[in-house]
């Protein structure tokens, strides 16, 4: 069973153009994230969830929004979408954000291309 | 702003050798220090080191952490061309889990 699963795996489309990532976990989990990582491999987070609540809020473009309906899912909305979108998009979860002693389970990853 | 910085970035070694993989932080509210392996896909969880010198230990893989000089080094023995991938590090920080990774090193075992 799939423990944090992300929808789709590759999406590719044309600058303005709005799209959405879907995560949802079945760990269980009160806590989830949103990451880009770039062709450098580096993982930079972007938002975090608790409970349905924003709780990390990175410096991140307006144009991210991030939609978390129930604590099973965390929802990624991206208009206006330009070149420098184009990365891998991670979804995470973890149990007790409050503690900062839980690791994270990452999705498989979206590949977002921008053409 | 929270740093954590990893080395080498690459490391090319043969079947057999032993490597050892370097990660210094500059965090605020330092909670914990975690490793992770990433092969083409999700990073997965090693450890997760939240006292100094206490070794945690996976089969060929092990790792500590030095709170006071703020650094940790993840150790793999006999390596097989299988632990190929990219090492992250990352700092738990703050309140809620304010999680900073590291740039990765990436460790390609050669046969």
């Known amino acids: 069973d799939t423990a944090v699963s992300q929808t789709p795996k590759y999406l590719v489309t044309q600058m303005g153009n709005d799209k959405s990532i879907k995560c949802e976990q079945n760990?269980?989990?009160?806590?989830m994230y949103w990451y880009k990582q770039d062709s450098k491999k580096f993982l930079k987070i972007m938002f975090s969830?608790?409970?349905?609540?924003?709780?990390i809020n990175e410096t991140v473009p307006n144009r991210f929004s991030p939609k978390s309906p129930d604590k099973a899912h965390l929802n990624l909305h991206i208009n206006s979408l330009e070149l420098g979108d184009s990365a891998v998009y991670f979804c995470?979860?973890?149990?007790?954000?409050?503690?900062?002693?839980?690791?994270?389970?990452f999705g498989d990853g979206t590949r977002l291309s921008i053409l | 702003e929270d740093k954590v910085v990893q080395s080498p970035l690459s490391l090319v070694v043969h079947e057999g050798d032993t490597v050892t993989l370097n990660c210094s932080y500059e965090?605020?509210?330092?909670?914990?220090l975690l490793w992770y392996k990433q092969e083409k896909k999700a990073p997965t969880f090693l450890f997760m080191l939240?006292?100094?010198?206490i070794e945690k230990k996976s089969g060929r893989l092990s790792s500590i952490l030095d709170k006071k000089e703020l650094f940790s080094i993840l150790n793999i023995t006999a390596t097989q061309t299988g632990d190929s991938a990219v090492y992250l590090c990352?700092?738990?920080?703050?309140?809620?889990?304010?999680?900073?990774f590291g740039t990765g090193t990436k460790l390609q075992v050669i046969p």
């Open positions: 939240t006292s100094s010198g």
């Open positions: 969830y608790n409970n349905k609540e924003l709780i």
């Open positions: 760990l269980g989990h009160d806590t």
């Open positions: 990352a700092t738990n920080s703050g309140g809620y889990q304010k999680v900073t």
């Open positions: 965090v605020t509210n330092f909670r914990s």
């Open positions: 995470a979860s973890s149990q007790g954000a409050g503690t900062g002693n839980q690791p994270q389970h």
